[in-house]
């Protein structure tokens, strides 16, 4: 973990409240998908934690819903610096993923699944990504992974785009060896009933510190409680 600036270069709507933000500055320290960013912002007391979309050198593409005061200060950003708290999480270990493995990101849940996608395809794997929305006015991304290579399927609440229902009607009809998935908990729990594999879950949770310290983003597991 470390305390860096990053140059606003970018900032533009997806859809009616996903932004997605561009970055430039120093992105060695990312070295999994799945990690997150801890975001400093003006008159606010804690940091706002984004999901990473994607890493490249000196580029950091972050996508985040317009939901609150922290992320309302930031769609209205079109220049300037950004203090960051950079790679932060645990990521995906992709060394357990199977030759097939599966995708499955859930509104905000997606962008993550980018970065995580052109892992998996630059090791060889044949990735199918499913994407889940309420409706076809919140669809972003699925045009740019399928520029990756991967096979994409999206679900939509309302039947507006795509199979009708949520991300495990999707998933019941695809045939893979290993899943990864991040998302709001109640499609962790409709996935965890019918996967047929094991697979890597990404939480999200109001935080603190952003790397464990202060407990605030504790969770309850059958496992006993984990800091997200």
């Known amino acids: 973990m470390r305390q860096l600036l990053f140059e606003i270069k970018e900032n533009r709507p997806l859809t009616k409240d996903i932004m997605e933000m561009i970055l430039a500055g120093d992105t060695s320290d990312i070295t999994r998908p799945g990690q997150f960013v801890n975001i400093k912002l003006d008159g606010l007391y804690l940091r706002r934690p984004i999901s990473i979309c994607d890493a490249e050198e000196g580029k950091l593409t972050l996508i985040y819903k317009v939901v609150g005061k922290g992320t309302e200060q930031m769609r209205d950003m079109t220049e300037g610096t950004l203090d960051i708290l950079s790679s932060l999480g645990n990521g ?14 859930g509104g905000v849940g997606v962008p993550p699944m980018y970065n995580l996608c052109k892992k998996l395809l630059s090791e060889g794997k044949e990735v199918t990504v499913i994407l889940g929305f309420n409706t076809k006015d919140e669809i972003f991304y699925e045009e740019e992974f399928k520029a990756l290579g991967a096979k994409v399927c999206v679900s939509t ?3 507006s785009y795509g199979t009708k229902g949520f991300v495990t009607d999707v998933l019941k009809n ?10 709001p908990m109640p499609m962790f729990r409709a996935i965890e009933k019918i996967a047929a594999t094991s697979g890597q879950y990404s939480f999200e949770e109001r935080m603190g510190c952003g790397f464990g310290a202060c407990m605030g983003c504790s969770c309850k597991t059958k496992y006993g409680y984990k800091r997200i």
């Open 92 to 105: 995906y270990d992709t060394s357990v993923s199977g030759e097939k493995p599966l995708l499955i990101g």
């Open 157 to 159: 609440v309302d039947g």
């Open 174 to 183: 695809i045939e893979y060896d290993y899943f990864f998935t991040c998302g």
